[in-house]
């Protein structure tokens, strides 16, 4: 009896330690709310309906640069960006076999300019891409493929070890959304309203190697295989944005892949792609080229949603009732941040509302 | 009983004063703000900056250490590229000598992803001079490229945009490493690179290197 009091209150302490400690770990960790709000994008998916028939998976050119809601409400196609800030082409692979474990998409589109990055790059981005994932192999495959020298695998199941001495830097956020962020996206794109004209564009500097490394053309070919294994329209595009330089031997090697593989590649920064989208760097892109704003996205999606439509003979699935339901809340979200930004602009001169 | 539940309390307590108390010396403690620029490129600024203020006690030592592989005129090279008057080090922090060299012809702004940083691209005339925020203080921002994009602008050793491969071989020396499309001279921490069509330089770029 003695030693089922001492096992009893073992594991008693066992449990109230362990419960402390979760509680902590999800105090401390960041919230990307008011901040970095991109660090929230990965997780956001899991409170999707997840009935996508196109999915696009990459960096910041694939959240900034295409509006789902425009391929809803111009074409009732249901889409999502699975995008994470400077997603490296193996955590896309991973995102790719995770988000197949909850749905089949008809297209996946995948943006190519994160094929320049060989090797882990930034341990910030890693978490931003990986942490929201949901637990399984492709999570567990994506952490080992993306850890810098710098970074322990533990820290990423046991977050606590990574952000615990954030104690001293908890703001009113980390109470606020202790349970949970609220919906910052749409359909997993990042809106933004204001302007700012494309202007002094550099000069490239001319690099040493242009020739992508051996790790890219693998989870690249992974992904082409992937996808012909769930009967899946593999699509590559490069996204119409003026920076980070997209090299002219850079898309030759893309263009040669692509024509090999016999897959699509649509580069939107070539001149009878952007004329054909009526992409105009003046009024389109919210600072200076690097990302469009919401009409520019809105543009892009119009072509696309016309180019998927024809290309791929994705249906007008506007009419299902459970879609039309969900898209009916992200549409109104969506108009109302437009409508809430420009009213900040109005006011204060910046979409934030920072006086 | 209740004694022992008060341990497990004091035991969980103690655990978690532990975890914030070794926080304290921590200062990365959130996930560490971050530039385009690789972390490793970032290190390598660090480092060629960490050099480049002990230049001229280094010089000596240096010399020594590159001696082998460098010959009698690249050993004259300067990896440091003085526009009107101000002297600019790759790796070093750009303020002061963005202030010397007043204002620029037009500036670039290319904010990082997610973050609060910002690379900018000044240019003087044909000179494009690169910075980049630190990897951990992105208040703070490096030079990390200068190029020489046309011919209105040569190297301290007199090689502008438009000479020849062999008028560099005549000024530079053998290169310490080199490809049809380009040549490039370094030294610990910096290297300077002729990119080339053909026979001709077509850009010119100071930067760090790895």
Redesign the interface.
């Known amino acids: 009896m003695a030693n089922k009091?001492v096992l009893f209150?073992g594991l008693?302490?066992v449990l109230?330690?362990g419960v402390?400690?979760a509680a902590?770990q999800r105090l401390v960790q960041?919230k990307y709310m008011s901040d970095?709000v991109?660090?929230n994008l990965i997780a956001d998916y899991y409170n999707s309906g997840k009935d996508h028939d196109v999915l696009f998976i990459g960096?910041?050119e694939c959240y900034e640069n295409f509006s789902p809601v425009k391929l809803w409400e111009q074409y009732g196609i249901s889409s999502y960006i699975r995008g994470s800030?400077?997603q490296l082409i193996w955590q896309s692979y991973y995102l790719l076999e995770d988000t197949l474990r909850y749905e089949k998409p008809k297209v996946v589109v995948f943006n190519v300019l994160s094929m320049k990055?060989g090797e882990p790059?930034?341990?910030?981005?890693n978490?931003?891409s990986i942490e929201g994932m949901k637990w399984s192999g492709a999570k567990i495959n994506n952490i080992k493929a993306s850890m810098?020298e710098e970074e322990s695998a533990l820290s990423y199941v046991f977050p606590?070890l990574?952000?615990?001495?954030?104690?001293?830097?908890l703001t009113a956020d980390d109470f606020r959304y202790y349970f949970g962020a609220e919906p910052n996206f749409f359909s997993g794109y990042y809106l933004r309203a204001d302007a700012k004209a494309a202007?002094?564009?550099?000069?490239p500097?001319?690099l040493?190697d242009y020739a992508f490394s051996d790790t890219c053309w693998d989870y690249l070919g992974k992904m082409m295989q992937l996808c012909a294994e769930n009967h899946i329209q593999l699509v590559l595009v490069k996204a119409p944005s003026l920076?980070?330089f997209w090299y002219d031997e850079w898309d030759q090697q893309i263009t040669d892949y692509a024509s090999k593989y016999h897959l699509p590649y649509l580069n939107f920064l070539n001149e009878d792609k952007l004329e054909a989208t009526g992409i105009d760097f003046e009024t389109d892109t919210y600072?200076?080229g690097?990302h469009l704003n919401v009409y520019g996205a809105e543009k892009l999606a119009d072509w696309f949603g016309g180019y998927l439509t024809e290309k791929f003979d994705l249906q007008d699935r506007s009419h299902e009732p459970q879609l039309q339901a969900e898209w009916n809340d992200i549409c109104a979200r969506y108009h109302a941040e437009v409508d809430r930004q420009l009213q900040n602009l109005e006011q204060y001169g910046n979409v934030k509302g920072e006086a | 009983m209740n004694k022992k539940l008060l341990a497990a309390a004091v035991c969980s307590a103690a655990l978690l004063t532990m975890l914030c108390g070794c926080g304290a010396d921590n200062n990365s403690s959130t996930a560490p703000a971050s530039s385009e620029s690789s972390a490793a490129e970032s290190s390598a600024a660090e480092e060629s900056a960490a050099e480049s203020s002990e230049e001229a006690s280094s010089e000596a030592e240096s010399s020594e250490e590159s001696a082998a592989e460098q010959t009698a005129e690249t050993a004259q090279i300067t990896f440091d590229y003085v526009l009107n008057g101000t002297t600019i080090v790759v790796g070093e922090e750009a303020a002061p000598v963005l202030e010397a060299l007043g204002e620029a012809e037009s500036v670039f702004e290319a904010p990082s992803c997610a973050f609060t940083g910002v690379s900018y691209y000044y240019t003087y005339g044909g000179v494009q001079v690169v910075t980049y925020p630190d990897e951990h203080d992105q208040s703070l921002n490096r030079l990390y490229e200068v190029d020489l994009v046309d011919d209105t602008a040569a190297t301290n050793e007199g090689i502008k945009v438009g000479d020849t491969y062999d008028d560099l071989l005549a000024k530079y020396g053998t290169p310490d490493q080199e490809t049809p499309a380009y040549a490039m001279y370094q030294t610990e921490g910096k290297a300077v690179r002729f990119f080339l069509e053909g026979e001709n330089i077509k850009q010119i770029v100071y930067t760090i290197v790895m």
């Open positions: 009091k209150s008693a302490m109230t330690a402390l400690l902590y960041p970095v991109e660090g960096d910041c800030a400077q990055y790059q930034n341990e910030a981005y978490r931003m810098t606590v990574r952000y615990h001495s954030r104690w001293s830097e202007e002094n564009v550099p000069n500097t001319p040493t920076y980070p600072d200076g690097l």
